[in-house]
């Protein structure tokens, strides 16, 4: 399986895709479907205090969008406790992945861009520094 990705051999759909590019087909479409899934809409209805101010789980009230560069962005995401890949450990299986996705609402949050991004650097130094000693 490593042999397909490191070589990008095209055997995916019919001969066009190689294993990454379905890899990231199935993690997108996963993760669009989950923008249904109703216990983010429970965690978010939890969190609104009023039209358009949530509270973020670190206990500030941030409004539901922010305008960067001109443009007006979203500003309130829902955020996995535990995340969905392992930054320590990284992919495991599609089991896995399906089942951190789309998990309970005890294992989600509301946080605002701001804290989400710190949030995600963090895992993301983790993740690096994972990948920097599997190349040592």
């Not at 051999?9 to 479907?33: D, G, M, P, V, Y």
């Amino acid at each position: 399986w490593r042999n397909l990705l490191a070589t990008k051999e095209l055997t995916r759909c019919n001969n066009r895709w190689s294993e990454a590019q379905f890899n990231s087909f199935i993690r997108s479409t996963l993760r669009k479907a989950s923008m249904r899934w109703p216990p983010k809409n429970e965690v978010l209805s939890k969190a609104r205090l009023e039209r358009g101010i949530y509270l973020c789980a670190t206990g500030h009230q941030a409004p539901a969008s922010i305008k960067i560069d001109g443009k007006r962005v979203n500003n309130i995401l829902v955020d996995h406790l535990i995340p969905i890949v392992d930054p320590s450990t990284g992919f495991n299986t599609w089991g896995d992945f399906i089942n951190g996705l789309f998990c309970d609402s005890d294992n989600l949050q509301v946080l605002c861009k701001s804290c989400h991004d710190i949030k995600s650097k963090e895992e993301r130094a983790t993740a690096t520094a994972r990948n920097k000693k599997k190349e040592d």
